[in-house]
């Protein structure tokens, strides 16, 4: 499975960014595809994971009511719209996806994108 990610760039606080990742090559073995961001000197955390096979949508409580996941029907397309954004938000958003329907929605990714940044200026 490959992933590529798109949207992010500079932004005020308190706008909205919305990032779409598309998946090619072996996708109906997709179970999740999730979000994730890694600001500067931090770990990589989880933001948002979509189940390809249910519809059902997490999120971590960071985000809650401010962004939200969606797949567009018909296609290997996620979309992570973000609104109200916060300075804290800043990080590099990575897309991932797994063949996995076992695990919680924000572990055990097999295959990931390429991250792209969002900065959000107060």
């Known amino acids: 499975v490959q992933l590529q990610a798109s949207g992010g760039g500079l932004v005020q606080a308190g706008d909205s960014v919305r990032l779409a990742c598309t998946a090619s090559?072996?996708?109906?073995?997709?179970?999740?595809m999730g979000w994730f961001r890694q600001a500067p000197g931090k770990v990589r955390e989880f933001v948002a994971a979509f189940n390809w096979n249910g519809g059902r949508t997490y999120y971590a409580d960071s985000v809650k009511g401010r962004f939200t996941i969606s797949k567009e029907t018909g296609k290997n397309t996620v979309y992570l719209q973000m609104n109200s954004l916060k300075p804290e938000d800043t990080a590099v958003y990575y897309c991932a996806a797994r063949n996995k329907d076992y695990l919680p929605p924000e572990a055990g990714y097999d295959y990931w994108g390429q991250g792209t940044q969002v900065t959000v200026s107060s």
């Open positions: 090559g072996r996708t109906f073995s997709t179970y999740y």
